[in-house]
T-cell receptor, first 113, second 112 residues
Framework: RKEVEQDPGPFNVPEGATVAFNCTYS??????FFWYRQDCRKEPKLLMS???SGNEDGRFTAQLNRASQYISLLIRDSKLSDSATYLC??????????????FGKGTKLSVKP | DTGVSQNPRHKITKRGQNVTFRCDPI?????LYWYRQTLGQGPEFLTY????????KSRLLSDRFSAERPKGSFSTLEIQRTEQGDSAMYLC??????????FGPGTRLTVT
């Protein structure tokens, strides 16, 4: 089983739609959680961290369920510029390790006019 | 531009040749990471440095790969005797301690 699993998509949605991405992680020692965005042939960029209480940044809402080891990202009122691949990322710290980022394969979103 | 920079941006090499990539992190960042990304996959961790010390190496980092960060600033990643399976995007990231990692634009390696 992969450490971080995501639906690869693609998700094709019209402008203004609400879209939700889901992610599951296998290691219960995971301590930090993130969503990164990656445009085609570009580097990943941090979209938002994910906190246990859930957090919102404008049109983006992230949720974490530690019991189910499940992370979600909701995008409301989607824009053409939201088209990208969304990477679910966890950071696992164990022993003397500082914990490195473990990336999912990403979910591709295409927003159409 | 004060972000993470990587050179070269693209490298085409023949199988069996050695290649070296460079990463210049954000200047005040003490940690520097190398990742590899292949098509359709997320980035995979290779190794990281805290200042000049290489503190972790992934099992993905075979003995043909070596990374250095001699003065705790820029880093180099060398691949010896390249194989076609080494073709990938090599990403560098930097951070202050374990805070947010900022990625560079990557070096795309093609081994023919």
């Amino acid at each position: 089983r992969k450490e971080v699993e995501q639906d690869p998509g693609p998700f094709n949605v019209p402008e203004g739609a609400t879209v939700a991405f889901n992610c599951t992680y296998s290691n219960s020692a995971s301590q930090s959680f993130f969503w990164y965005r990656q445009d085609c042939r570009k580097e990943p960029k941090l979209l938002m961290s994910v906190y246990s209480s859930g957090n919102e940044d404008g049109r983006f809402t992230a949720q974490l369920n530690r019991a189910s080891q499940y992370i979600s990202l909701l995008i409301r009122d989607s824009k053409l510029s939201d088209s990208a691949t969304y990477l679910c990322v966890v950071n696992i710290r164990y022993g003397g390790s500082q914990g490195n980022l473990i990336f999912g394969k990403g979910t591709k979103l295409s927003v159409k006019p | 531009d004060t972000g993470v920079s990587q050179n070269p941006r693209h490298k085409i090499t023949k199988r069996g040749q050695n290649v070296t990539f460079r990463c210049d992190p954000i200047s005040e960042h003490n940690r520097l990471y190398w990742y590899r990304q292949t098509l359709g996959q997320g980035p995979e961790f290779l190794t990281y440095f805290q200042n000049e010390a290489q503190l972790e190496k992934s099992r993905l980092l075979s003995d043909r790969f070596s990374a250095e960060r001699p003065k705790g600033s820029f880093s180099t990643l060398e691949i010896q005797r390249t194989e076609q399976g080494d073709s990938a995007m090599y990403l560098c990231a930097s951070s202050v301690d374990s805070a947010e990692q900022y990625f560079g634009p990557g070096t795309r390696l093609t081994v023919t």
